[in-house]
């Protein structure tokens, strides 16, 4: 089975910037990252279709995250700066091997997934 694997997450203040990667088993071209707070439903963030070059986000963090992805490293990587209080979360790699990939970033479209970083973001 597909495995993906998170890291980079931790501890930041308000301002401040973190790189998430995502170790994925074998070349998946649709690849997104998700987040989920305490209480709250999970959300998409951004995804990466490398078939098309097509990239998009959350409204909430177009402007100050990066999606991309290493083909030769089978890794995704999420650049996260200006870095908010709102921004915390368990962040999610998530896997589409149907190639559903919408720019919706509907959860329900990614069959795997990783276990999850924290990303803490202090005022």
């Known amino acids: 089975a597909l495995q993906l694997m998170e890291s980079g997450g931790g501890s930041v203040q308000a301002g401040g910037s973190l790189r998430l990667a995502c170790v994925v088993s074998?070349?998946?071209?649709?690849l997104a990252w998700f987040r989920q707070a305490p209480g709250k439903e999970r959300e998409g963030v951004a995804r990466i279709y490398n078939r098309y070059f097509s990239t998009s986000y959350a409204d909430s963090v177009k402007g100050r995250f990066t999606i991309s992805h290493d083909k030769a490293k089978n890794t995704v990587y999420l650049q996260m700066n200006n870095l908010k209080p709102e921004d915390t979360a368990m962040y999610y790699c998530?896997?589409?091997?149907?190639?559903?990939?919408?720019?919706?970033?509907?959860?329900?479209?990614?069959?795997?997934w990783g276990q999850g970083t924290q990303v803490t973001v202090s005022s």
């Open positions: 074998k070349y998946i071209p649709c």
């Open positions: 998530a896997a589409d091997s149907i190639n559903y990939c919408t720019s919706q970033l509907k959860a329900d479209e990614y069959q795997y």
